[in-house]
């Protein structure tokens, strides 16, 4: 890729397809072990017809099940092998059960509502700064990689945020504001920034392959996973 004698680098950057958080009692699963639904993988399919053509040299996930299921169905027939990555790695929250039990969905709702404040943690978790380094370091260790020139990264809601968040040069108080539908899509170019390193261009966040316009998509992230327990 160049544009006027540069050459970039790209990261199609990918939340995962929709999940099911909840059990048919309204009790959460285990969030490391969640597969897609159906209507996820439908979804993923969709971005996946839109990236059918676009060159891709190197697969990396967080290694749960569901960025492996979507990278699996993203990278279908190229031959590239699957990489995995635990500093991508969701952002953990505390046990739903210690929550007051009338508060849970509005703690849901509002799951970033510290991510501005020191030591503000995510559902009583982890603290969001301490995250947002974590990620960081991981995406700066693949962008040090000389090793592929159009990379696929899928990961999590949290962890799109945090490096959306780096990319802008914004702090984790940012995270609040950056939604990640599920099975989005984001684009971030790389150029070199005349050091050694590489400079960010931010070319597209949240791309919903499967609603372009968001004509059916109007709830938050969290308020998804609010509506989804409700459904069970």
Request: glycine fraction near 10%; proline fraction near 6%.
């Amino acid at each position: 890729m160049r544009g006027q004698g540069t050459v970039r680098r790209r990261v199609h950057l990918v939340r995962h397809g929709e999940v099911a958080y909840f059990d048919r009692s309204g009790q959460p699963h285990n969030p490391r072990d969640v597969p897609l639904t159906p209507a996820g993988m439908k979804q993923v399919e969709a971005l996946a017809h839109h990236l059918a053509a676009v060159p891709i040299d190197r697969a990396v996930c967080s290694g749960l099940p569901r960025t492996r299921e979507t990278a699996g169905i993203l990278i279908a027939g190229r031959g590239l092998p699957l990489e995995e990555d635990e500093g991508f790695r969701e952002i953990r929250g505390g046990r739903l059960r210690d929550l007051p039990a009338d508060a849970i969905e509005e703690r849901l709702a509002h799951a970033y509502a510290a991510c501005g404040e020191e030591g503000g943690r995510f559902l009583g978790g982890d603290v969001f700064a301490v995250f947002a380094r974590r990620v960081s370091a991981a995406f700066h260790r693949l962008v040090a990689a000389p090793d592929w020139r159009s990379l696929l990264l899928v990961a999590h809601d949290g962890v799109n945020r945090a490096i959306l968040c780096d990319a802008l040069g914004c702090g984790p108080a940012a995270l609040a504001t950056l939604e990640q539908d599920y099975a989005c899509l984001n684009i971030i170019d790389l150029e070199p920034d005349g050091s050694g390193g590489w400079r960010p261009l931010v070319r597209i966040v949240n791309m919903t392959a499967y609603d372009p316009v968001k004509e059916r998509l109007h709830a938050t992230s969290m308020e998804q996973v609010v509506h989804s327990r409700r459904r069970v």
